[in-house]
Each structure stands twice: as C-alpha cells, then as structure tokens.
C-alpha cells in the first residue's frame, strides 16, 4: 500500500479533459454531482490553443478527439483555482514538453493540487509537434525522468497516466521506481483517423485524434488488470465506463478509482448529475453491503 | 436508397447539405439556404464545417437555413459559399426556446435576430424591439413585421428611434427573448426582471466539442452548448461571468465586449 | 503498381477465421453472397484445438475473441480444397511458428490459392504460447525473414497483415522489402479483457483476447491511411465494416479491397448474403457511376 | 434496481440464472432448472458457461430448464452442479421448430428428448415416438403421455417394442419432428420424406462462438448456431454430412457416430 493516498469517496472522478475547469466543477457540485472529486484538464507550461475545429468525431460506437491540450495561461489558473469555491478535493492534471516543465508546475500548484496526474500519454498533437504519448510514454526512460523531476518537487500523491498504445507495463514499472504513487489507465487509444464519405475528406485536424468511449474499455480493462498482478500501486481506471457494470468490471480488475469522461457526451447538468448518481447506486447494489475493498482486484480468480 | 448503417443511426456525426440559396441580407450579412429542413426550436444551432477552415456554431434563422455576419475569416469563408456547395453540419444542437403562451417580447441585437427570426415564426403575434447601431443592421424587418409589431432603435437615428433598445423597456409581457451583444441583454436583463415577465437569454460561447465534454464553451460553469444556448434569467442570476467575460480558444478570458464581436 | 494482384470482383472478401471453411464458402456462393472472394481461416502446419469455450466474448460495442488459432490437420485441407466445387478465388491464410513453417504450407497449398495472406498479428493464445503478434508483429525483422521465405516458395501474391497494436509503419516496410505485394490491415485489436460482474471472474481463457467490429475501424482507418501515403504496396481493409459507408471511408483512405468479419455475427446465410450486397450496392450508388480506381485513396487531399 | 446500462441494453453477452433445482431424470441425466423462464421455442439452446470448465450448448427442455447427459467431462461437472449455484448463459440461440398446425409426430432418441419435450408442450395431441437401448434411455415419459400418444421401442425390450424407432415408421403426419442421435434421425429421414410429410430435423455440432462467426458447427456449410439447429427435410437434401460426418474441436473431421456420443 502506498503512503500517499488519494482519498477520493465516492471513488469516481471526471477524466481529464471533460469539464475541465474549476467553474465547470462548482457548477456540478453544487447541482450535487456524484463523484469524489475532479480532474481539471490538462495544464500545460504556457497558454496553448489547441487545434482548429472540428476536435471530436463520433464514430457512433466511441469518440475521436484532437483537442491537442488547449490551456488557458498558467496565472489564470492559479487565479481561478485561489478564487474557486469548491468543497470536494482537485486532482490536478499536468502535461509539459520537459521534466523541468512537469516540475515548475508542481511547484506552481501544489497548494491547490489533492494529487498530481501526470499527461505522458496525449496521442493528440498540434500541428508539427510530437505528441506526449510519443516523447514520453513510448519511453520507460523519459518516463522516469519526469515523474523522478515531479517527486523531488512535491509530496503530494503523484498519477502516471499510461497509455494503452505502447509498452505499458514498461513505462508503469519505469513510473512506480521514480515515485509515482498511482497508475491511471488509461489515456485514448490509437489514434484513429476519421473521414467523411460527404465530402470525401479526413475531418480532424491532421487526420487523427484519440479514440475514447466503449472501444477502449476491454482494452484498458486489460491493463488495469495485469498491473495490478504486476505493481504495487493503486490504480485510476479511465476508459469507456458508461453504467455501472463498467465500474464494477474494473474494481474487479483492480482499480480503486474509475473516471468517467466520454460518457457525459450530451449530457446536460442536471443528466450529468443523474447518470453520477445512476452509476455509484448501481455499484451500491452489486456491492449489497460489503465494502468496495472486498470486490478490488476480486476478478482477479487463479 | 442504399441501406442505411446501423452504427449511424440516430447518431450520425455530419449531415451533409447543399446550398441552395445564399442571400444577401445587408452589406455584412448574408444566409445560406440548404436543401434540408432541421426539425428545431428556435435558439437550437447548427456546428457548420468548412474543410480546412474550420468549424463553428451558428443559429438557425430559418427551418433550412442560417444567416451569418462576415466578421473574422471563418464567417467571411461561410458567407461567400456558393450555391451547391456540399457542407457538413450537425445539429440541430443545444436546447432552444420553451413554448411562451402569451404576450412576448422579441429583444434583438445585431446577429441575435437571426435565431429571433424562427423565434417569431414559433411565437403568437410577438412584440418585437430591435436594436443596431445604424439600419443596415436591423435584419428581416419585413418578416418581423408580417408577425407582429415592430419597434427600432438605432445609435445614429438612421431609421426608428435614435438611442438604445433598453429606453423602449419595460414593455409589459408574460416572456420577453432576448438575443444580441451580452452588455444589451445583461442591461435588458435588469430592467425587465423586476415586472413579472418570464425572460429567456441566449448566450453565445466559443466552442469546441459542441458536445458538453470539453467546458470550452463554459459560462459560469454551465456548459452553453449542451444547458445552453438559451437561459431563464432565473439560471443566469448565478451566471456571473454573463454580462462580463467568456473565455477564447485556449480558455483564457476575455471581456464579453471585447475582440472582434460579431455584433 | 505491383506485379501481383488480387483480381477480386467485386472487391469485398470474408475476414479470415470468419466461416473459415470451404464448405461454408461454397453454401454461400451457392446463396449468391455478394462477395468477389473468399479468405481461408488461417491454415497452421498441424493440427490445433484452439481455446477453450467461451472464446468469445460481445462487449456491446465489438467483439473479443480467443479462438488462438484452431486448424484441422493439413491434409484434410489438401483433402477439402480438391474436392472444393468453388467458383470464387480463394485468398489462402496462413500462420506459422517459423520462416519455414511458412514456406512449407505455400508449398503444400499453392495450387490452392489466388494469394496467401500472412498471418503475422493474431494477438491470440493458447496458454504457454507467445502470440504470432509478439512473435512476428513486434519484430519487423521477423516479418522481413517471414515474407521473403514465403516469396523463395511462391510467385502468387503475398498479403501480410499487419497488428494494429505495434508498430505498422515498420512492419510494413520491412514486409515491402521482403517482396510483400499486398498489406493487410488489420489484425484485431489489443489484446482486451472481458470480466462477468455476476461470477467475478474472467471470461475469455487466458482473460483477453483480439478485439474486433466498430471499435477497430477508426484505428484500422488510421493504419490504411497512412501506409496508402509511406508505401507503393495496395492495402485490404479489415475492421469493423458494417456497412457501404465504412466501406466507402476504407476505400477513401486507400483500400483496394475491404473485409468483412465481425459484422456478420449472428447471421444466418440468406441474411449474410442480403448485408453483402447491401453494403456493395451502396458502395455502387455512392459511386454513381464513377469507376472504383477514382475514389481509391481520394480522401487523401493535401 | 439499478439502472440497466445502455450498453447492454438488447445485447448483453450473459445472463446470470441461479440453479433451483438439479433432478435426476435417470442414472445417466439430470434436469437443471433456472430461477428464469426463457420465452423460446423449442430446439433452441442456450450456451451454459461453467468457469473454469468450459462453455457447451444445451437445448431447452423445459422454459426454465435444461437436461443434461453424463458423457464427458463437461456435462458431468454440469450435471453435478448444486442447486443455488449461479450460472452464466447465452441464448436462447439459434432457429427452433416452427409452427405445425396439423397432425404432428415427434421422434426422439438419447438427449433429442430433451427438445422434444419443451416441443411436446408447443404442438396440439402429436403422436410421440420414442426409442432408446433400454428402458432408462426413455426420458419424460409422463409428461409426454400428458401431451399425446406415446410409443417405444428399446434395443433390449426392456420396455415397449424391441427393435429401432425406424420400424414404428411409417405414421402418417403432416409434420415430423426428429431429435436424436444422426444415424437414427438420417434413417427415419428417409422413411418418412417419401410420405407428404414437413420433417424437421434438430443438429448438433461442436460450437465455438454460437455467433455465426468461425464456421466451426458448420454442417455442409451451413452454420448450425444460426441457420440451425433445426432444419428442414428441404435443407437436409443438400447437407451432404448430415448422417455422415462432423467436425471436431479442431475443425477435424469425424463420423457422426464416433467419439462418445451423449446418444
Ligand atoms: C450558439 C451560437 C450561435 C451563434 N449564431 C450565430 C449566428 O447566427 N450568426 C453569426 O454570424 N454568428 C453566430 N455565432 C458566432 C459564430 O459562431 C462565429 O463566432 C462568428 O461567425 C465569428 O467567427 P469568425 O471566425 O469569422 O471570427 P473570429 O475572428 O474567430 O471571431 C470573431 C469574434 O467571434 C468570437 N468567436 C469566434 N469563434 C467562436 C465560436 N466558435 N463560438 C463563439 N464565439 C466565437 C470571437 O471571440 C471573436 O470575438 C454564434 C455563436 C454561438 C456560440
Ligand atoms: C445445439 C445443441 C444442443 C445440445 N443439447 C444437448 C442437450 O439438451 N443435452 C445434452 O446432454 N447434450 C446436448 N448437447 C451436447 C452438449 O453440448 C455436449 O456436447 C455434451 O454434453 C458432451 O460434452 P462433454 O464435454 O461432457 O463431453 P465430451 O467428452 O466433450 O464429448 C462427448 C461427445 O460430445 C460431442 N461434443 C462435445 N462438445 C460439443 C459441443 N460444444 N457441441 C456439440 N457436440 C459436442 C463430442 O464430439 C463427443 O462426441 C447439445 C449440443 C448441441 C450442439
Ligand atoms: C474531449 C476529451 C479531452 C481529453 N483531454 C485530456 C487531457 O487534457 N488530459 C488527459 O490526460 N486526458 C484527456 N483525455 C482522455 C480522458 O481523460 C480519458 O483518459 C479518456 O477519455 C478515456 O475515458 P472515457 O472513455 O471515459 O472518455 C481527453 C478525452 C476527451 C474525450
Ligand atoms: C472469431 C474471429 C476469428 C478470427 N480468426 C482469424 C484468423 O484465423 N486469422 C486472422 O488473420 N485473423 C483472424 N481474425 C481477425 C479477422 O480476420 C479481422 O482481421 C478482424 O476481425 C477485423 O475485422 P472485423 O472487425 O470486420 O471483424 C479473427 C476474428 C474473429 C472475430
Ligand atoms: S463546446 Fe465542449 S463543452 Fe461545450
Ligand atoms: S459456433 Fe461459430 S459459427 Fe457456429
């Protein structure tokens, strides 16, 4: 068991990139949202942003995106999060282009953080550049490097976010030896390409984004599952939940916490609220009085 | 007609349209007529993609069509498409106006009587307050007229009244709509929620995803493309950032009346 | 152009290990399947049971499978192709443990077949054994020593079929410079898990297997894509195909052929044969007299 | 209830039956019964997955239940299940029986009584045929002589005629329904088809995906998961390996009267 803990109850948390802002999550608390806490979007070193529309595609069966990290100027942030009105703790995201970077933003928010995540997975890219997953996650080393930069930098619970298109038992070994005290499965897989038949043209920026939704749960089901075989660590879940039997599955598999993001899609306030609501009643259910630490990693059956 | 796709159905992404029509309204005005109706409120708009240009939300004016005001390169680009162009849309999106029994006031500004034009076709005999700084802004006036009365202010007198469209307030009303620039609407806003007059708002927001997930289009924490665009004045009292600031591309803020406004 | 081509008309085939067998084939052409020809299940060099039940596993969203590779011995499919009274070409699959595993079944089977398709990514099991993905996929070195083993033993076209789960871009090249005349794309996806909250317990032998169906098809999309702009060589489409437009987004992206597998689950044979030519009927009218060879990559605008 | 999850909605994979009741119809077969009614028709199954052990097709012989020959390792683990054990299944799959207004015969050997019994409650008085090696082959014989006529044979004469159900052949009918072992029901086939008889005859194959998908119960092609496991007199003619052969786990051939036959 690791000593940092992330003491999120419900254990259900907004993935990063959905919502996003603090005001976004005082809305949600105060309409009596059913999660544990928030994850802001990801906060990267300087304002950014991201690509031109159209950033989503919905291929009727999961989500591409290519957002590419749009983030407001960091003083912002630091003005938003000293003037939010929020009672349930914030999982602070963060991505950079350098261990320096991820470090100076720890440094920045650490007051504001209830624990880092860090972005080594993002496939999305602005044009030209080299996405996170490619500089970071395809590499054990770099992986390493940032979250050793991170945990010189805070004592708060630092999350490796891992991607489930490359070696991530490599990179989620490489980030449990330099500190990290999570492991967050999963980022969005692919990427996929979109093209519009109408117009006989691909539709996202640069072709591809990142696919989320019901197509990445079996597979990051499959991570969380041979993680928690293979580390330590707790696990976030992050993938394609859309009811209840989703976060069961993968409190089966192994994960403490599961997020939920590409589920909200369409969803007004008030739906988002009742659908929170819906899922953690359903785990309630299944659970029939015995506590969520009994069914963590129970799937797991030898 | 070839079979259509199951994993489409009921959740199709693009709809493709052609143009019909684009029709100048005023120098800096035109709208752009599909050979597709949309089933929608008034207030509901379209994401309209333009390859390699981009992608951005407009209201529509009429059942088939749009109408747009050329004011930065995306809405230039939109509004001098030619008839028969092929364009992908999706919509119609967000939440509209709700059924108003009664006596209703239109309050347009600028691009707002776009969706006020299919507010008017939706309402019983409207009373209707537009706004602009000079008459080439005021837009649709016959149509306006053929549903209800019509008052005009502008700023330089050029037709209607001269002044603002608040001193023609407060007109009694059971609902008044308002669409335009934010500062008209905050200061409408104040002056007619003192009678006892139901008012809905519709905000504009940049936006991303148009989907409710990214936040890109946040106004006090309401997400305007999925809550939004319209809004009692009973949600807005808790909007602070109405009237204020919204937030640009990468999130950062930026005062409501500044930039480039379309109004 | 390559010298080799797969005359398939119209250009639409079974996805190997989807009826698998001639027989099944030969029902369906007699039915009047609307497809231009037909892929063997993948052939291995002995005798083989596969997993056990349950080797399939519906997500709501795609399909997992582990069947891992059943195949009856050799010769009775020696003994099935003669006496096979087949119209349609047959594109024969095969899978091996070594280069000359490989290039003996071309031996065997050559008179047999229109062109052989590689299987160098099935991500499937049978427990103890590496998978043909971590064996062949991940190693680009290894599929160049399979492809050209496979061009020593035959002049037929070659098809190697890529893993959408490594890395494609240099499996395919070095798959091009071993004499490869067709890519495939693709195998099937991650491998991912499947959990059954009621008997908390895994599902699939093993716990994962490929996934298949709409979640494949944008990343599959993807890998058509950009491999249509790196390579000379034409592509298959295989992935979650369910209907003429993702078959027309395949062609788009630079497919000459596509496949159809998942899409046929839970048909029976008058209704196989009625989605195969609804989807090459509306591959036809949204042709609209256009020649084929015209939206062949058009989707590529630069 | 917890709200069913959207994903599952029409195609959930399992559903989760608990055991009430596990009855020995005789040394050899046992009855599971569920706490669920499947609405099906008889001939078709359900795939009944045992963790750990394996994942088989069993008809429905009962709307809440399944009866089970000990031949092997499967149906032995199944058959000892205790009542309260919870099970995951798949179905009910495939084509059954169809409607058969008219005089109806029922011909069933070995476990084809189990099919024949759900089918027994679906047609009006049907004149049942039953035959088996001995007297403890014969399955439901009350509830049969409940539905209509019963007659029987036994290889040993142990009870009702001694001799094969073939030499009861020819009654006249409208339509015949046959299950049970292959040898059997291809030589009835033929008695009977001479007569204006609609046979239908109920398969068996090893299955793999009970999905249509890997080919692997195919009989002559056609895949007995969904174009089966009942087929009619008409199909039959064309299935060459009907009587004849069938595949293996591998996909091997072997002859339909080989291997341990659960007849
Ligand atoms: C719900 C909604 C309905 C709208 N309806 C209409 C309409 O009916 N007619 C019309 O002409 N315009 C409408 N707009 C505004 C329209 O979407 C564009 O913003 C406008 O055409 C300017 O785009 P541009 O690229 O030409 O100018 P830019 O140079 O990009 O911007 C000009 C100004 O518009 C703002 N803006 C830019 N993009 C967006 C965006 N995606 N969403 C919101 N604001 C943005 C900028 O902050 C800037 O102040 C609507 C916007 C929203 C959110
Ligand atoms: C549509 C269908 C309905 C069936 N209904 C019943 C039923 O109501 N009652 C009943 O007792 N049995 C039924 N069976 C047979 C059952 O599925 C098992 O095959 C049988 O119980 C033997 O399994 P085992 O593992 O115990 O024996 P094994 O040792 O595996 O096999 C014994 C014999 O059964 C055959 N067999 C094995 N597995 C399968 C399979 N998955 N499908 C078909 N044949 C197989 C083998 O070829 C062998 O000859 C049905 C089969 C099918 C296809
Ligand atoms: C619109 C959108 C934006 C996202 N932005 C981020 C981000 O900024 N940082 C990040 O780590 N993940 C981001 N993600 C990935 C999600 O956090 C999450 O890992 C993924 O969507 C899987 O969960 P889901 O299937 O429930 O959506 C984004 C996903 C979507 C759909
Ligand atoms: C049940 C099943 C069995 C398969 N068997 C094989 C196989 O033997 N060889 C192979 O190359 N691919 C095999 N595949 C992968 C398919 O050929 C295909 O690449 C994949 O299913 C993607 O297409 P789809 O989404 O249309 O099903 C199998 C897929 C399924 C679902
Ligand atoms: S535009 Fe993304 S939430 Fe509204
Ligand atoms: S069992 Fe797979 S096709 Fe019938």
């Known amino acids: 068991m690791p000593t940092r803990l992330v003491e999120i109850h419900p254990p259900l948390v907004n993935a990063s990139g959905i919502f996003s802002y603090l005001d976004v999550f005082i809305r949600l608390e105060r309409e009596g949202v059913c999660l544990g806490g928030f994850v802001t979007k990801s906060i990267g070193p300087a304002e950014r942003s991201g690509n031109d529309n159209p950033v989503v595609f919905d291929t009727g069966y999961g989500l591409l995106n290519s957002l590419a990290l749009p983030t407001p100027p960091l003083e912002q942030w630091l003005a938003e999060f000293e003037g939010a009105d929020l009672e349930k703790p914030v999982i602070v995201s963060i991505f950079g282009f350098s261990a320096d970077d991820f470090a100076d933003l720890v440094n920045r928010l650490d007051r504001y953080a209830l624990a880092f995540e860090l972005n080594l997975s993002c496939p999305n890219v602005q044009p030209g550049e080299q996405s996170l997953m490619g500089m970071l996650a395809e590499s054990p080393d770099q992986v390493g490097q940032v979250v050793a930069a991170v945990r010189g930098a805070t004592d708060k619970p630092i999350i490796a976010k891992l991607s489930p298109n490359t070696d991530y038992l490599a990179t989620a070994q490489a980030a449990c030896q330099a500190g990290a005290d999570y492991l967050a499965c999963s980022n969005s897989l692919g990427p996929g390409l979109a093209i519009d038949p109408g117009l006989s043209c691909t539709v996202l920026p640069g072709g591809t984004g990142g696919l989320t939704g019901p197509p990445l749960k079996p597979i990051s089901l499959a991570m969380v599952y041979k993680l928690y075989d293979l580390l330590p660590l707790p696990i976030i879940a992050y993938g394609g939940v859309q009811c209840w039997q989703d976060a069961v599955d993968y409190f089966l598999a192994g994960a403490s916490i599961v997020g939920l993001g590409t589920c909200f899609a369409r969803k007004s306030t008030a739906e988002v609220v009742g659908l929170t609501w819906d899922i953690w009643r359903g785990v309630l259910e299944y659970l029939d009085g015995r506590s969520l630490s009994e069914i963590i990693g129970a799937g797991h059956v030898h | ?263």
Do not use: H
């Open chain 2, 1 to 263: 007609m070839a079979v259509p796709c199951p994993r489409l159905s009921g959740r199709a992404m693009y709809t493709d349209v052609t143009v019909v029509e684009n029709r100048a309204e005023s120098e800096t005005v035109s709208s752009l007529f599909f050979d597709r109706r949309f089933k929608a409120r008034a207030g509901q708009f379209l994401m309209l993609w333009l390859p390699g240009v981009g992608e951005k939300p407009y209201s529509l004016s009429y059942a088939n069509g749009i109408t747009v005001k050329k004011v930065g390169p995306f809405s230039n680009a939109l509004a001098s498409v030619k008839s028969g162009t092929r364009l992908a849309v999706r919509g119609p999106l967000g939440k509209g106006f709700s059924q108003m029994p009664g006596r209703v006031l239109l309050i347009g500004g600028g691009c707002g009587m776009a969706p006020l034009r299919l507010l008017a076709q939706q309402v019983e005999e409207p009373l209707i307050l537009l706004g602009g700084k000079t008459a080439d802004d005021i837009l649709f006036l016959k149509e306006f007229q053929g549903r209800g009365e019509v008052k005009i202010t502008t700023e330089d007198g050029s037709t209607g009244k001269k002044g603002l469209i608040t001193e023609l307030l407060p007109e009694r009303a059971d609902y008044a709509a308002l669409c335009g620039p934010e500062p008209m609407m905050a200061a409408s806003l104040k002056l007619l929620s003192q009678e006892r007059t139901k008012v809905f708002v519709a905000l504009e927001r940049y936006m991303k995803c148009a989907m409710g997930l990214c936040g890109a289009c946040t106004c006090s924490g309401y997400r305007v493309c999925v809550d939004g665009p319209v809004f009692s004045a009973a949600t807005l009292i808790d909007m602070r950032d109405f009237g204020w600031r919204r937030r640009a591309k990468s999130g950062r803020f930026e005062p409501v009346s500044g930039g480039v406004s379309c109004f």
